[in-house]
């Protein structure tokens, strides 16, 4: 299976993605104050909205990325090496800023399992933090000469669904007591930023030391 990265990049990028799933960020407030609003069952179906989201980028950076390399290598590399500063620059405002959760509870009227689904879909692809972290994160985790670099980035659009759902899913069912507890354990949110900020770093280094040689 020429499409199936290797144990390394799976690795790296599984655990990239599992520390991104457990930041707090659009995807996971609107999953929690949708919990809190409208019960768990509601959250679960805008879970399946931003994952619905999620394949519709992975589709476009999968086959905008293979045209790319095709059109110019050498624009790929520009790219890669952009994302890479793109990805030090996130580390940098997460220890600048931080996470941050604020959520409230609502009283809101029942939504029904499609408007839900199109809630988080539409808050997950018009997000352009989103559209330049998938056009960026992906292509660090495939090189300009394997033959098979469209089916790796769909796999790995795809495995990055795989890991976050669950995540997400999680989020729901303890949103209420997550919710408080994020909140009055700053020190946790921070660990998180350092983590995040640290395991994008050396993913920023390794593409600009790779680069160099």
Request: positive net charge.
């Amino acid at each position: 299976m020429d499409f199936v990265p290797s144990l390394p990049t799976l690795l790296a990028f599984a655990a990239a993605s599992l520390l991104l799933a457990a930041t707090p960020g659009p995807d996971m407030t609107l999953s929690i104050s949708r919990a809190l609003a409208q019960g768990k069952k509601a959250a679960l179906f805008v879970v399946v909205g931003t994952g619905l989201g999620i394949v519709v980028h992975t589709l476009l950076v999968a086959f905008g990325i293979s045209a790319l390399i095709t059109a110019s290598p050498t624009a790929f590399l520009v790219l890669k090496t952009g994302g890479a500063a793109y990805l030090l620059w996130l580390a940098i405002q997460a220890i600048r800023y931080g996470s941050s959760l604020s959520v409230t509870k609502v009283t809101e009227a029942k939504g029904t399992a499609l408007s839900n689904i199109a809630t988080g879909f539409s808050v997950n692809i018009l997000n352009p933090k989103v559209v330049i972290f998938f056009m960026t994160f992906l292509p660090q985790f495939v090189s300009a000469d394997d033959p098979a670099v469209t089916g790796k980035l769909l796999f790995l659009g795809f495995f990055f669904i795989v890991i976050g759902m669950p995540v997400n899913a999680l989020v729901v069912f303890a949103a209420d007591w997550l919710a408080a507890w994020l909140q009055r354990n700053k020190r946790v949110m921070r660990a998180i930023d350092y983590s995040f900020a640290g395991v994008f770093s050396i993913f920023a280094v390794k593409i600009f030391l790779t680069q160099a040689r």
